[in-house]
Nanobody
């Protein structure tokens, strides 16, 4: 069974940076892709970034690219989301998710396992 735990959220001011962590465990075949999604109150869950864990390929939404960077550590048990130049529009619960090799990496509905999320609040 795959388990994921997000951490690193908090309250920051516009223009600040913040790095989130997603610690995971479980069968490697079920953690082929790790994605970061975010969901604001009353909004649909939105794709932010994803990484192919075996080869390190990265994918970003147009909204966050050039500001957010997704990466993984050498042990392949943590995925990070580095967020730069945050603005109030980035305020949301951020969740990480794991999917197998058939997962469409940009689709929330395709991921099989999710963490509980970590709150990011950006004040103006």
């Amino acid at each position: 069974q795959v388990h994921l735990v997000e951490s690193g959220g908090g309250l920051v001011q516009a223009g600040d940076s913040l790095t989130l962590s997603c610690a995971f465990s479980g069968p490697a075949e079920d953690i082929y892709y790790v994605g970061w999604f975010r969901q604001a109150p009353g909004e649909e869950r939105e794709f932010a970034a994803a990484i192919n864990r075996p080869n390190g390929s990265t994918y970003y939404s147009r909204t966050v690219r050039d500001r957010f960077t997704i990466s993984r550590d050498n042990a392949k048990d943590i995925v990070y989301l580095q967020m730069e130049n945050l603005n109030p529009g980035d305020t949301a619960v951020y969740l990480c998710a794991a999917g197998d090799k058939d997962t469409y990496r940009r689709s929330a509905s395709a991921y099989k396992n999710w963490g509980q999320g970590t709150q990011v609040t950006v004040s103006s």
